[in-house]
């Protein structure tokens, strides 16, 4: 693909909305990850074949939700997440427990960069995946995590604040988002205050599925 | 249709949304009455030859999106607007001259109700259209147009501002969305405080054409 040639590109793959705007519900907690009630807009995924090897079961769906699952983890060297998509803790670390939602071999497979404001060590897990945690700034997080892909893209797993964050820099290259038609009510919003991105953005392509529209998004170049 | 047996309802059809969730860019005037840029979401239905035949034009498209467009005006007794749908004056009328965006022959074909802050006497246009202007609420407006429709339905026509009210005060039965793949920044949010949505909206269809995805949602059923 010509595109695996080009620079190292900030993307955005999977990332789910609910119909009113939502990224996640509101009420993070341990067990809700999304949110109360918003693991609804996940359903997509956890029907792909793709998600259910992640989670170690047979069978799952093989179309077009599946695809484009599957082809978000192509040519990814490293990942940046915001903290709160690390986990429910607030504030400064209260010890060492807290090892992430994933278990002990986490789906990364490849240095991960959490941006928070509280430092810790770097955390090393089975599988390749590596935490790290990043204490000044989004931009820091980019640099070392393009670093530490070694000419791969990099990915930005969420949360919706880190999202918008990169997305008001202009440094986000390319943003995959499944429109869902689940209701949250209230949450957290991918777009907000982004004025930016009908200037900065075209949409590139769109692929209704049976229970998605799938849409992504690439940042206009500059003639 | 069973569904014609039924009370009156009030409707929302065909109302248009961006990618990041605005109906209406910013900086509405007489030139742009979907503010700057913001008439790119309703390219879908320019295609249509129900819109089309509107204009007094031949040809268009007869699929899903013209299907969905044409059955928006099915059984539709009576209509309200937001006075900003009306036109771009804001404020007391300074004289009768305003008459809509809509010519001398406006597609209503019946009564609108015009929600303002600003009195003004009943504009009756060509076509069987009258515009009618009440200044004593949203409550008040669907009673005056539930009455005018004769036992037909009551569509909703817009602005967003005032179909979240409706939203908001559990008063809209069924909403018919489109979601476009369309950026335009900033602008009026269909979906902003609107937390009960989730509570009490279901979603019962999705459908994507080409160009859109046409979402129904309806007001759940108490038990």
Redesign the interface.
Known sequence: MAESTKKQKLVVRGFALS???FSSASGQSLESPFGN?GLVIMEWAFQTRTMKTMFGQEGGSTGIDDSFLAKGFDNIGANILGRNMFGPVRGPWPDEEWKGWWGPNPPYHSPVFVVTHHARAPLPMEGGTTFHFVTDGIESALQQAFAAAEGKDVRLGGGATLVRQYLKAGLIDELH?V?T??????GE?L?DG??????D?D?VE?V?SETV?H?R?AKRKRS
């Open positions: 119909l009113d705007g009630g988002l429109m038609n689940k209701l949250l009510g209230s919003r777009f982004t004025d930016n991105l009908a200037r953005y949409c769109t209704g529209t849409v998004l």
